[in-house]
């Protein structure tokens, strides 16, 4: 109870000095060398009047004053609690976001290597598939070779003959003489005969 009238003694000290002190300046009324007791005696009313209108304002508005202070007092607690529990409620938001974001860096980490080995694997397949296409184009081309080598080469021997008979051909027309082609003739009809 002391510390509330302390308080408000602290509060309207400021107060009192500052009319005590405009008083004074108004009681002098501007007369040089009046009767110095004269206005000691309407400064004591003067000041008597002011702490009569106090007293009754502190009477009348102490209590609307005191009820509005507890009230502010009450509302800025309750703030105070509201912006506790709202610092509670954002730092398990930041909580929670900040886990999810570790957790979601982690998977991507996890994704990136992924498809990192995977890249190598399918590196892997298509240099073996390109291997495995490159002996397969060697071998079809070894064998189209072969077959072209044979087909020119078979060919060639036809080829080979048929000079072979043309030049047998133009042989015996230059060395057979008209006597030899009859006994060749004659010859081939006797052993036919012989066979039949």
């Given at each position: 109870?002391?510390?509330?009238y302390?308080?408000?003694?602290?509060?309207?000290?400021?107060?009192?000095?500052?009319?005590?002190?405009s008083?004074?300046?108004?009681?002098s009324?501007?007369?040089?060398?009046?009767?110095?007791?004269?206005?000691?005696k309407?400064f004591?009313?003067?000041m008597l009047?002011?702490?009569i209108?106090?007293?009754i304002?502190y009477?009348l508005?102490?209590?609307k004053m005191?009820?509005f202070?507890?009230?502010?007092r009450?509302?800025i607690?309750?703030?105070?609690d509201?912006a506790?529990?709202a610092?509670a409620?954002?730092?398990d938001?930041?909580?929670e976001?900040s886990?999810?974001l570790?957790?979601?860096?982690?998977?991507?980490?996890?994704i990136?290597?992924?498809?990192?080995?995977?890249?190598v694997?399918?590196?892997?397949?298509?240099i073996?598939?390109a291997?495995?296409?490159s002996?397969?184009?060697?071998e079809?081309?070894?064998?189209?070779?072969?077959?072209?080598y044979?087909k020119?080469?078979?060919?060639?021997r036809?080829?080979?003959?048929?000079?072979?008979?043309l030049m047998?051909?133009d042989?015996?027309?230059?060395s057979?003489?008209?006597?030899?082609?009859?006994?060749?003739?004659?010859d081939?009809l006797?052993r036919?005969?012989k066979?039949?």
């Amino acid at each position: 109870m002391k510390d509330k009238y302390i308080g408000l003694i602290k509060t309207l000290l400021p107060v009192f000095l500052t009319l005590l002190a405009s008083a004074a300046l108004a009681s002098s009324g501007g007369e040089s060398g009046g009767d110095a007791a004269g206005q000691w005696k309407d400064f004591g009313w003067r000041m008597l009047n002011t702490v009569i209108l106090l007293a009754i304002l502190y009477k009348l508005m102490w209590a609307k004053m005191k009820g509005f202070l507890v009230e502010r007092r009450e509302a800025i607690k309750g703030q105070m609690d509201q912006a506790e529990v709202a610092k509670a409620e954002a730092e398990d938001k930041f909580k929670e976001y900040s886990d999810r974001l570790d957790k979601a860096t982690g998977e991507i980490a996890g994704i990136a290597e992924m498809i990192k080995a995977q890249g190598v694997a399918e590196r892997e397949k298509i240099i073996e598939s390109a291997k495995n296409s490159s002996e397969k184009m060697k071998e079809d081309a070894k064998a189209r070779m072969e077959q072209e080598y044979n087909k020119a080469s078979k060919k060639l021997r036809i080829e080979a003959a048929e000079l072979s008979v043309l030049m047998a051909e133009d042989i015996l027309k230059k060395s057979v003489k008209p006597q030899d082609h009859e006994n060749m003739v004659k010859d081939f009809l006797e052993r036919m005969v012989k066979q039949n």
